[in-house]
T-cell receptor, first 115, second 113 residues
């Protein structure tokens, strides 16, 4: 039973390009959460999704960031026109229920570097 | 809004010595409490969690944590550290029945031979 799979592990983008980060939840998990970890900081919640629905996007920057979790396929975190300040580790977690404490499983993250 | 404070940014401990990592939270009610460990370049692994009941919680890798309501604390301990315990440790809280974790800033643990 594979865990939460994130790819790519490392992503380098030039300023102004788009970054697409993918997250495949654990088998049987239908709830996905994205967190961002800036250098030397803890993780900050970004968005919570269920299949085809955004439930809570209170942590998402208002511009350039979007997330989806389609009926088929992985969840995607998309960052348009990246800037240096977007350089961070982006972690995805999944759970079986919307009550995250009962079984959050984190992926290994995608480390985005903007040059 | 809830918040989590880990007062120690770095801790250096000798192999075999005991370790205690501090965590204080601010929240109106008792939240769910967690400790995660992150090895360099890796994701987060859950060490232990507290929801209710016995305030001393046992976790994996020989770690334990004690919830103290009066001090709003959830400190993590290990009696004897191993070199493999060198990592960053994060305390986190979750509002009961909530869906998003609030993390502390982390404590980086270095283990001396």
């Amino acid at each position: 039973n594979a865990g939460v799979m994130q790819n790519p592990r490392h992503l380098v983008r030039r300023r102004g390009q788009e970054a697409r980060l993918r997250c495949s939840p654990m088998k049987g998990h239908s709830h996905v959460y994205w967190y961002r970890q800036l250098p030397e900081e803890g993780l900050k919640f970004m968005v919570y999704l269920q299949k085809e629905n955004i439930i809570d996007e209170s942590g998402m920057p208002k511009e350039r960031f979007s997330a989806e979790f389609p009926k088929e396929g992985p969840s995607i975190l998309r960052i348009q026109q990246v800037v240096r300040g977007d350089s961070a580790a982006y972690f995805c977690a999944s759970s079986t229920t919307g009550q995250g404490g009962y079984g959050y499983t984190f992926g290994s993250g995608t480390r985005l570097t903007v040059v | 809004a809830q918040s989590v404070t880990q007062p120690d940014i770095h801790i250096t401990v000798s192999e075999g010595a005991s370790l205690e990592l501090r965590c204080n939270y601010s929240y109106g009610a008792t939240p769910y409490l967690f400790w995660y460990v992150q090895s360099p370049g890796q994701g987060l692994q859950l060490l232990l969690k507290y929801f209710s009941g016995d305030t001393l919680v046992q976790g994996i890798k020989g770690f334990e944590a004690e919830f103290k309501r009066s001090q709003s604390s959830f400190n993590l301990r290990k009696p004897s550290v191993h070199w493999s315990d060198a990592a960053e440790y994060f305390c986190a809280v979750l509002k009961a029945a909530g869906n998003k974790l609030t993390f502390g800033g982390g404590t980086r643990v270095l283990v001396k031979p």
